[in-house]
């Protein structure tokens, strides 16, 4: 069974904003974190957020981005503003520890 469903992802204009979510068919309960992966470089971090909803942003979205998660639909959400051109690639949730199996990503392309 696929645990981990991410859509939202899209082309868009550098400056421009997309929405992220990702639905968890696992308990729920526990620190989630987007990850990443663009072009030539391995999967990374975005953020992640707690279950009582204290969020941490790497360093290159900070101020950019937003993670957010409703409990009772057991899902995920990233906001993405100001979006750049290296924010371009397949971006995937998974538990901030103790990664389960990755699901297919959402791809976002950036670019003019």
């Known amino acids: 069974q696929v645990q981990l469903v991410e859509s939202g992802g899209g082309h868009v204009q550098p400056g421009g904003s997309l929405r992220l979510s990702c639905v968890v068919h696992?308990?729920?309960?526990?620190?989630m974190a987007w990850y990443r992966q663009t072009p030539g470089k391995e999967r990374e971090l975005v953020a992640y957020i707690t279950s009582g909803g204290t969020s941490n942003y790497e360093n290159f979205v900070q101020g950019r981005f937003t993670i957010a998660r409703d409990n009772a639909r057991s899902t995920l959400y990233l906001e993405m503003t100001y979006l750049k051109p290296e924010d371009t690639g397949i971006y995937y949730c998974?538990?901030?520890?103790?990664?389960?199996?990755w699901g297919l990503g959402t791809l976002v392309t950036v670019s003019s």
């Open positions: 998974n538990k901030m520890y103790g990664i389960s199996t």
């Open positions: 696992f308990a729920f309960d526990r620190p």
